[in-house]
């Protein structure tokens, strides 16, 4: 009987889960789309805005019907926090229900409820301080207590390790436990694969980069130096061949971007 009562609501939240993930998919592909697209101004020099989220949805506000795309968006974003908490509370339908498969969902969820809010804040016309200086003076205030450099790089070591979890995943192709790959032709199959993979080890390289930034910030006692996405883009767009390494990486996540898109025909819910 308890079996029974368990799975009950469980089916009862099928249909809504399995909405909500292919709609929050949708959503996070198109940010990736546009992170790429700006990341790709950067790196030929022409990148005047943040190449970050908020960078992203100030380019869809800044064009006419912007509002309505960001009314989609702030939806999905929602939607993808519905899917990933109900992971969190249920558990995964890739990963089962080990805690760390349900931390993992906790935080993607945390993560775009951030995101529904930003979104919110721009529709409301107050989208606040950019993402960089968000986390300069946050990091700022930290390294004002006893300790606070010490947890600096604590974050940036657990950050860089995020990264190159991100980065292992896309090379070893662990992303495809997520989706129905049978579902799909063997061309389809190929096709996905390959561009998941590409998206997730450059996303996980750039979220790396942005780790070793952290612990730089923290050794150097500078919090200047401890940026977003944006900062670790134009950071990387100042090394020697950072042009063209900055090109290859826009090019990664405009894939995981894509990934995004089919991921949200065939993801497993």
Known sequence: ???????????????????????????????YLLLGWLAIRIAVGNGSQQANQ?????????HSGGKALLVGLAIGFAAYALW?????????????NGAGARLKSLVRGLVYVGSCIVAIRFLAGSPGKSQDKQQADLTARLMQHTGGRWLVGIIGLVVLGVGIGMAVSGFK???TRELQVERMTPNARKTVIAVGAFGHVARGVVVAL??????????????????????ALRTLADQTMGRLLLGV??????????????AAKWART
């Open 54 to 62: 908020k960078g992203a949805l100030a380019t869809v506000a800044s």
């Open 249 to 262: 990486i826009a090019v990664g996540l405009a894939a995981f971007g894509a990934y995004g898109l089919a």
């Open 1 to 31: 009987m308890s079996a029974m009562t368990a799975a009950r609501p469980a089916l009862a939240r099928r249909p809504v889960v399995h909405v909500a993930a292919r709609v929050g998919l949708v959503a996070r592909g198109l940010v």
């Open 173 to 175: 192709r662990q992303f």
């Open 210 to 231: 942005v780790g070793v930034l952290v612990i730089a910030a923290a050794i150097t006692t500078d919090p200047k130096k401890s940026t977003g996405l944006d900062g």
């Open 84 to 96: 990933r908490l109900s992971e969190a509370a249920f558990g995964t339908s890739a990963e089962g």
